[in-house]
């Protein structure tokens, strides 16, 4: 089973797993690693490393981050590029992070990237493109 890392600024890493983990349950081979302020890159790096090599069971380990060109971006990013079995996905949302926790089983690393990259873009909608699709002229929720 593929490892999960998540990352982000602040809290973003371990708020997103614990919300994560209240829809699906638990998760194994998956942590949060937090960039809270005063935490320098280096430290960051390290967490990181750590976090990798604790959900790593051979499989490989797919680090979500928050932002692009952000400092866990950036770090993981390093990580990626020395290691293969490794991939980044950032602008990590919830619909993508449940979606593929539930999917990760039996997935490789470029896999799991396609497939979270399209679960992303589908969580990203208004309700009005959602009404649209199902019909509705009136606020109606029933069918969303």
């Not at 960051?44 to 490989?60: F, H, K, P, R």
């Not at 980044?88 to 619909?95: H, K, L």
């Not at 992070?97 to 399209?118: I, N, S, T």
């Amino acid at each position: 089973m593929l490892g999960i890392v998540i990352t982000g600024h602040g809290r973003f890493a371990s708020g997103l797993l614990q919300a994560v983990e209240q829809i699906v349950g638990r998760q194994p081979q998956c942590c949060a690693v937090d960039f809270p302020e005063g935490v320098s890159t280096e430290q960051l790096q390290v967490l990181l490393e750590e976090a990798c090599i604790a959900c790593d069971s051979g499989d490989g380990v797919i680090i979500l981050s928050d932002l692009l060109g952000g400092s866990p971006f950036r770090q993981a990013a390093q990580l990626a590029i020395t290691n293969p079995h490794y991939e980044v996905i950032t602008g990590t949302n919830m619909q993508l992070a449940v979606e593929m926790m539930l999917d990760r089983e039996g997935l490789v690393p470029k896999a799991f990237r396609d497939m979270a990259l399209e679960c992303g873009r589908r969580g990203l909608t208004s309700l009005w493109h959602e009404q649209q699709k199902q019909g509705y002229s009136s606020p109606n929720l029933d069918g969303i």
